[in-house]
């Protein structure tokens, strides 16, 4: 038998069938853990310095731009930021991962979800009443249900998922199905995975084209999101070093072009379209930043804000990618030292350093569920060894022309575990 099996397996190695299998399982990234911690918290940081800039700003300016002159200056404290939905909501589902496993359902997740107390908007909003009225996901993100499902929530609250999978965009995607199902769908859940996928690749480079690449890998290259994202690449190197020409190229397209507002939120407001929480538009903002930014954390932080409408989520996405990238050992001392290390992140058991000891404990277990392991040297010293597998985004969907729905609803003996009410 194991001689037939060797002849059958070296044929198919001459046609080439399995060589690309093995040589993809063979490959593997190391980061050490101490690497993984000083990134991890940084990107955290990014995301409380970024919404600390922008939140006066956020939905202030639509259809333009905000002024130079408006945004706000950076003080030390301005990065304790404890109170803002783009960052407590994640939290919610570390919580869950933390109590119930990596393997945990979308059901207990929606359970938690509706149990949280914290004050939400949009897709959030939306998808928690539907859960707490007893709609199970995933029909409580499903268009059907949920008017907000291409909103911009998934995606600001994604982070989570890419700093405790480093290079592991599989495992991003997988969360995204868990967690991002609760309030979104389409486009709405994509930008959450695109958003975690850059988090997971910015632990191994800080080339930030290669990072919203592999953001990309891990979407559907059909979805509007990802043409949304492949655009901005484009426009951005035609103008490098015009950021508002490419603004401009994003306005006429994502905010004016009504083919691309087909399931937006904002259609029956008193000014129609003009507000746009659009998941793709805030995204193409988030990589503005980004592209733009040039690796300066200022500078980054500035444009994503600049580019306008939710122009405090967008600004500590990108932010928190970038400082991923940079370790909090060489941020710039004016971002972390004025951290409050004391107090807990709006309705969650979490202050920074237990945030940080959170994740770094699901890190490990999300690199061994995924395949890989923990290496330790003879001086104690440990060291993540990460399998690389090719990104398997999730199915192609849209908003305006959903699946059919799951017809999902908790049982009684589920919904007795709700206590909140709506």
């Known amino acids: 038998m194991k001689r037939y099996f060797r002849i059958g397996a070296t044929a198919l190695l001459t046609l080439g069938f399995v060589a690309p299998l093995f040589a993809e399982e063979a490959k593997t990234r190391r980061l050490s853990r101490a690497e993984y911690l000083d990134k991890m918290k940084a990107g955290w940081i990014g995301q409380m310095a970024g919404v600390g800039v922008g939140a006066p700003t956020e939905f202030r300016y639509q259809e333009t731009t905000v002024p130079e002159d408006k945004v706000p200056k950076w003080t030390p404290e301005t990065v304790n930021q404890f109170d803002q939905d783009d960052i407590y909501v994640e939290m919610t589902f570390l919580r869950t991962l933390e109590q119930h496993g990596l393997d945990v359902s979308s059901r207990q997740a929606g359970i938690d979800f509706a149990n949280s107390q914290y004050p939400l908007w949009h897709a959030n909003k939306a998808g928690r009443d539907k859960l707490r009225a007893g709609v199970a996901p995933p029909d409580s993100g499903h268009p059907a249900f949920n008017d907000h499902a291409d909103d911009i929530d998934y995606q600001i609250e994604a982070d989570y998922s890419g700093l405790i999978a480093p290079g592991l965009p ?26 975690g996928a850059m988090y997971a690749e910015a632990f191994f480079t800080n080339d ?16 509007q999101y990802h043409e949304c994202i492949s655009d901005v690449l484009a426009w951005h190197r035609e103008h490098p070093n015009d950021w508002l020409a490419a603004w401009n190229k994003i306005e ?6 009504r083919d691309y507002r087909r399931f937006s939120c904002s259609k029956n407001e008193k000014e129609p379209y003009k507000f746009n929480i659009d998941a793709k538009l805030n995204g193409a903002y988030i990589v503005m930043g980004l592209l733009y930014g040039e690796g ?7 444009i994503s804000t600049r580019c306008g409408q939710d122009s405090d989520c967008n600004p500590s996405s990108a932010a928190g990618v970038l400082f991923t990238t940079i370790g909090y050992a060489k941020l710039p001392e004016k971002y972390k030292s004025g951290l409050d290390t004391q107090t807990k992140f709006n309705s969650t058991p979490y202050s ?39 990104p398997r985004p999730s199915a192609l969907e849209t908003c305006w022309e959903p699946g059919p729905k799951a017809d999902s609803r908790f049982t009684p003996e589920e919904q007795k575990q709700i206590e909140a009410k709506k």
């Open 170 to 195: 599989n495992s991003v995607i997988r969360l995204g199905e868990v967690f991002g199902r609760l309030m979104n769908y389409g486009d709405g859940l994509y930008g959450g995975q695109f958003v």
């Open 208 to 223: 930030v084209e290669k990072i919203i690449r592999a953001g990309l890998a891990a979407i559907p290259e059909k979805s």
């Open 252 to 257: 006429a397209k994502y905010q004016k072009n």
């Open 296 to 302: 300066d954390p200022e500078k980054t932080i500035v």
């Open 352 to 390: 920074f350093p237990q945030l940080v000891a959170v994740c770094d404990s699901l890190a490990e277990q999300v690199v061994r569920q995924a395949g890989g392991r923990l290496d330790k040297s003879a001086e104690g010293a440990e060291t993540f060894v990460l399998p690389v597998h090719s």
